[in-house]
T-cell receptor
Framework: DAGVIQSPRHEVTEMGQEVTLRCKPISGHNSLFWYRQTMMRGLELLIYFNNNVPIDDSGMPEDRFSAKMPNASFSTLKIQPSEPRDSAVYFC????????????FGQGTRLTVV | SQKIEQNSEALNIQEGKTATLTCNYTNYSPAYLQWYRQDPGRGPVFLLLIRENEKEKRKERLKVTFDTTLKQSLFHITASQPADSATYLCRAGNMLTFGGGTRLMVKP
């Protein structure tokens, strides 16, 4: 398996534009996580899906952020409209079980909002 | 509020010595803790998991302890090598939250 695949690897966009980040989890994994990493705040959990259903979205910063998992092999994180403070590295991770199983992370998407 | 904290200062040690990193939690009783390694420009990689009923877990040169009285987990790397230089993160069970990470630098 190629591991968790995220796209794009880098994204530069202007403030106010819509940004969509994509994630393909490892086949057979039933949990998917979106994290955001910055120097100031570290690695923050944004949302956690189990069997394609959002279980915990308390980390989603505000209404500008939305995440979907239409099927077991694909998830998106959308920011609209984007703001400079959204600049960060966004990681997607998947695991075979719940939070107590090993999470496999993608390479991340580095988002820069200018 | 529930918190999971790691020493934000970098840890510099000499090759061959034992590195010890700390993960503390407050207002919370995780059923397990995980430790990850993160290299620059890459996603975290899982190393070890320890459950609340386990006092110690080992894997090669790595050892993790879990003290529910002190609300603390210690992560040890014995016979450290320059290749061990990275940021190490702990992740608390149930909350799925990561600590801020500790950067380890092993000097030859």
């Amino acid at each position: 398996d190629a591991g968790v695949i995220q796209s794009p690897r880098h994204e530069v966009t202007e403030m106010g534009q819509e940004v969509t980040l994509r994630c393909k989890p490892i086949s057979g994994h039933n949990s998917l996580f979106w994290y955001r990493q910055t120097m100031m705040r570290g690695l923050e959990l944004l949302i956690y899906f189990n069997n394609n259903v959002p279980i915990d979205d308390s980390g989603m910063p505000e209404d500008r952020f939305s995440a979907k998992m239409p099927n077991a092999s694909f998830s998106t994180l959308k920011i609209q409209p984007s703001e400079p403070r959204d600049s960060a590295v966004y990681f997607c991770a998947s695991s075979l079980g719940g939070g107590d199983t090993e999470a496999f992370f993608g390479q991340g998407t580095r988002l820069t909002v200018v | 509020s529930q918190k999971i904290e790691q020493n934000s200062e970098a840890l510099n040690i000499q090759e061959g010595k034992t590195a010890t990193l700390t993960c503390n939690y407050t207002n919370y009783s995780p059923a397990y803790l995980q430790w990850y390694r993160q290299d620059p420009g890459r996603g975290p990689v899982f190393l070890l998991l320890i459950r609340e009923n386990e006092k110690e877990k080992r894997k090669e040169r790595l050892k993790v302890t879990f003290d529910t009285t002190l609300k603390q987990s210690l992560f040890h790397i014995t016979a450290s090598q320059p290749a061990d230089s990275a940021t190490y993160l702990c992740r608390a069970g149930n909350m799925l939250t990561f600590g801020g990470g500790t950067r380890l630098m092993v000097k030859p």
